[in-house]
């Protein structure tokens, strides 16, 4: 995909620890959204970062945009057990009147109790 | 409480068979999609809509028609099933296309 390109990729950590997860683009995007899907669920959206944000936080998760280098994060803090999931990111094309989402690969994040 | 409620959850059909695939959703929004998602390939677009009897050409569509009957209603329409279609199928609403998406729980297909 143009959009969204992070590659599937499993990260592994210890309850409590904090993650961070990246993601980047290859054009211009408006609104990049952040969704956390669990086995059997459909992607739930945790956050949304639009391109005159810098920074947003909700809760244990803060979510960043760097337009100039095309890029998003997004972090937790203090993670649990229930914060096993993927994660996706997804972008907004500028030029899509219709507000079509691009989605990366996602990243599986397991998080051992 | 607003939501997307896709069916069947599960569904499985033969090399050629029809099926349809169902979504409803209680948002109120204009918007809504139907996406595939696969091992490697993360979500991708079939055909979405903006209302009632619009129709607009996602990323993947060949195999696959839609159509919106109403406000709340998206049907997905496999009308000759191939195997490359199984995946898990999910629906989404919008509103103005660019924020609050909600999904619903997904559809499993497997064609044999």
């Known amino acids: 995909s143009q959009w969204g390109e992070e590659n599937l990729q499993a990260l592994s950590i210890q309850e409590g620890e904090d993650v961070t997860m990246n993601c980047s683009y290859k054009?211009?995007?408006?609104?990049v959204q952040w969704y956390r899907q669990k086995s059997g669920k459909g992607p739930a959206q945790l956050i949304l970062?639009?391109?005159?944000?810098r920074e947003k936080r909700s809760g244990r998760l803060r979510a960043t945009l760097d337009t100039s280098s095309q890029s998003s994060s997004l972090s937790i803090t203090g993670t649990l057990a229930t914060d096993t999931a993927v994660y996706f990111c997804?972008?907004?094309?500028?030029?899509?009147?219709?507000?079509?989402?691009?989605f990366g690969a996602g990243t599986q994040l397991i998080v051992i109790p | 409480e607003a939501a997307v409620t896709q069916s069947p959850r599960n569904k499985v059909t033969v090399t050629g068979g029809n099926v349809t695939l169902s979504c409803r959703q209680t948002?109120?929004?204009?918007?809504m999609y139907w996406y595939r998602q696969d091992t490697g390939h993360g979500l991708r677009l079939i055909h979405y809509?903006?209302?009632?009897?619009?129709?607009q050409i996602g990323d993947v569509p060949d195999g696959y028609k839609a159509t919106r009957t109403t406000q709340e209603d998206f049907f997905l329409l496999l009308e000759l099933a191939s195997p490359s279609q199984t995946s898990l199928y999910f629906c989404?609403?919008?509103?103005?296309?660019?924020?609050?998406?909600?999904f619903g729980s997904g559809t499993r297909l497997l064609v044999i």
């Open positions: 054009t211009y995007t408006t609104v």
């Open positions: 970062i639009r391109s005159n944000e």
């Open positions: 948002n109120s929004h204009n918007y």
């Open positions: 809509s903006y209302g009632a009897g619009n129709l």
């Open positions: 997804a972008s907004i094309d500028r030029g899509s009147a219709l507000g079509r989402l691009h």
């Open positions: 989404a609403s919008s509103d103005l296309g660019n924020s609050d998406y909600t």
